[in-house]
């Protein structure tokens, strides 16, 4: 099983558009939020995950306002279970601390994924929330050689 990482570029929307009717979007917020002009500026911030030249998963996050930046994430459910989750919030995280002080994921629509934002130091906002927060660490990016390529094109 061969498994890439590649960089969310603004010209693969179309990959949104069918990651993010598989993401954890809270009920009150339009899909369109997050996926509309996606990667045109500096606050959004996206991978995809390749699985033998199948996407497999998305994990982005957009900067909406003065909150930490809103994150999504999204397997296919072919390959929940394969630890795809983990091997893109790995590199998600380190990515993101080069642009943001923190990230939030509100996990309402799935609380059941709990145990697995705080396995990567999401803290809830309150006892109550199920927003959950991270502060991220300002610290050299590391970027495996194995497929991990930002000037790399999809074809």
């Not at 296919?76 to 923190?102: C, N, P, R, T, Y």
């Not at 709990?114 to 396995?119: A, S």
């Not at 199920?130 to 300002?138: A, G, V």
Request: proline fraction near 4%; aromatic fraction near 12%.
């Amino acid at each position: 099983m061969s498994r890439e990482l590649y960089f969310l570029r603004s010209s693969e929307q179309h990959i949104l558009k069918d990651m993010v009717k598989l993401a954890n979007i809270p009920q009150n917020h339009k899909p369109s939020t997050y996926i509309e002009f996606y990667g045109l500026t500096t606050k959004d911030l996206g991978l995809y995950a390749m699985v033998d030249n199948e996407i497999a998963g998305a994990l982005w996050s957009r900067k909406l306002d003065d909150n930490p930046s809103q994150m999504c994430l999204a397997i296919v459910e072919k390959f929940k279970g394969e630890d795809i989750a983990s091997f893109m919030m790995d590199q998600f995280l380190q990515e993101a601390g080069a642009l943001f002080e923190s990230v939030c994921i509100d996990i309402s629509s799935k609380p059941e994924s709990l145990k697995f934002y705080e396995k990567f130091g999401f803290e809830r906002e309150n006892e109550k929330s199920l927003l959950m927060i991270k502060k991220l660490e300002k610290k050299e990016v590391f970027r495996p050689s194995d497929g991990y390529d930002p000037t790399r094109w999809m074809d």
